[in-house]
């Protein structure tokens, strides 16, 4: 996969580990001749090491040969989380710290979780884009305030703290995007 096509989500080998691209950012130079060159900040499924890389536009990564199976969340105690393979009934256990950024989205209704299997063991989990959150606490809504882009603090039913328009009130349901944590709409 050359490195003007990888985006941000997708999954390489670097190093002979696989990682997970966070971010991308393009430097194009002002010289003639001289090259694009793509700034990665990615993450090692395996280690959980954050790592930066720089490619040339023509420079490739091999992609990552991943399995991704359809799971479910059982139930979560104090140390780990615990997921349920929908096709084969198999169980899979992740400790929270290595998940810690994406457990804040997932609910035990939620669909579209995925599990990264990587030689015959689960290294992490894929979330949808966007996920439907049950709003916990927040300040109660002014009457009038629904034509202003201001906003406020709300606390969501998985602890996760998002800014969502003044107009929202306590127990409605947002769409909130699983890659930046931003509010994108109501429910």
């Known amino acids: ?13 670097h190093n002979g ?22 700034k990665f900040r990615a993450k ?16 490739s990564l091999e992609e990552a040969d991943f399995q991704t199976r359809d799971i479910k969340l059982m139930y979560t105690d104090n140390e780990a989380a615990h997921f349920l393979d929908q096709q084969d009934y198999n169980q899979y256990t992740l400790p929270l710290e290595e998940i810690r950024d994406e457990i804040k989205y997932v609910t035990e209704e939620l669909d579209g979780i995925g599990a990264m299997i990587y030689n015959d063991q689960c290294v992490g989990i894929s979330l949808p884009v966007s996920v439907m959150l049950t709003i916990l606490q927040c300040d109660p809504g002014v009457k009038g305030n629904s034509a202003t882009s201001r906003t406020k603090p ?5 602890g996760l703290e998002v800014q969502v328009p003044e107009y929202l009130k306590q127990g409605e ?15």
């Open 44 to 59: 090692n499924v395996v280690t959980k090491q954050k790592v930066d890389l720089t490619l040339k536009g023509t420079e």
């Open 17 to 38: 580990s696989p990682i997970v691209i966070n971010h991308v950012s393009v430097q194009t130079p002002s010289a003639r001749g001289a090259a694009t060159l793509y």
């Open 1 to 13: 996969m050359l490195a003007k096509e990888i985006k941000t989500g997708s999954i390489v080998v």
């Open 173 to 187: 349901t947002i769409k909130v995007d699983t890659r930046s944590g931003e509010f994108l709409s109501r429910a």
């Open 154 to 158: 709300a606390i969501l039913e998985t």
